[in-house]
């Protein structure tokens, strides 16, 4: 493999990038901040010139890195560009001997454009944090034990934006369970409007993509009043990070 010798540390590409951030992990053990990633229309989804392995640093101090498969085995990288896809995900190993937290920065992120999202995931906790909105995240790790992250982007003008399979059940105690999952991580405003439209609740959710989001409304107004019996409209607008919108609705009857 041929290594690129790094002469400005803020810009080690020689070769036409996309966009890049750079990731960087702070501990009581140090700090790494030796780690790119990002995209390129000369990249290749493997191993390429682009990319860079990890140089071992000093025993006992925080690393983070990109793993990526070489044939049957995974290695760390220093640089990590892939090609333009639609969804693209990079699993991150951060090492910390001692244990404890860490905290991640992502550098360059004002330089990526508007329609990529940008997040991390935690497959452990099922948490997940927008880059863009979280100048840092911190994480805890066990001692001599690698924690797995993944960031994921998500070229929002290459997949579509929609609230689907909204779903409405009326209670029995009152009140009514509303459920809907969108195509992509977005802030999502669940509310209850009458028949003329007027907004009589109304809630907000920060939501991801994929997975079922599920909201409770009491039967009550926003100045919690219980709602007569009758016909209300259940709005549940999407709002992407770039201004994206999408909605659904549907016809709640409370008996």
């Known amino acids: 493999w041929q290594i690129r010798e790094i002469e400005d540390p803020q810009n080690p590409f020689e070769p036409p990038v996309d966009w890049v951030i750079q990731v960087v992990a702070s501990s009581a053990a140090g700090k790494d901040n030796t780690l790119w990633l990002g ?16 140089v071992p640093t000093p025993p006992n101090s925080v690393q ?37 937290e860490v905290k991640l920065q992502f550098e360059g992120l004002a330089k990526v454009p508007r329609s990529v999202v940008l997040l991390l995931c ?32 998500l070229q ?6 929609r609230v689907q399979g909204l779903k409405v059940t009326p209670l029995r105690g009152r009140g009514a369970h509303i459920q809907f999952t969108v195509t992509m991580p977005a802030q999502v405003q669940v ?7 007027r907004v009589i609740w109304e809630t907000n959710e920060q939501v991801t993509n994929g997975r ?44």
């Not at 995209?39 to 860079?52: W, Y």
Request: hydrophobic share 35%; net charge positive; proline share 7%.
């Open 39 to 54: 995209v390129s229309k000369e990249a290749r989804s493997e191993f390429d010139r682009l990319d860079l392995p990890k």
């Open 156 to 161: 929002t003008d290459q997949l579509p934006l």
């Open 122 to 153: 935690d497959p452990e906790t099922n948490q997940q944090w927008s880059l863009r909105s979280t100048s840092s995240v911190t994480v805890t790790t066990q001692p001599h034990q690698p924690k797995r992250l993944q960031v994921v982007a």
């Open 191 to 197: 509310q209850i409007r009458s028949l003329t439209g």
């Open 64 to 100: 983070v890195s990109s793993v990526l498969r070489v044939g049957r085995s995974e290695t760390p990288m220093t640089m990590d560009i892939r090609p333009p896809q639609s969804r693209t995900v990079w699993m991150l190993e951060l090492l910390n001997p001692a244990g404890g």
């Open 212 to 255: 079922l989001c599920s909201v409770f409304w009491n039967g009550r107004s926003k100045s919690d009043e219980v709602l007569p019996s009758g016909v209300y409209t259940v709005v549940v607008r999407a709002i992407t990070e770039n201004g994206r919108q999408a909605q659904a609705q549907t016809i709640l009857r409370l008996r």
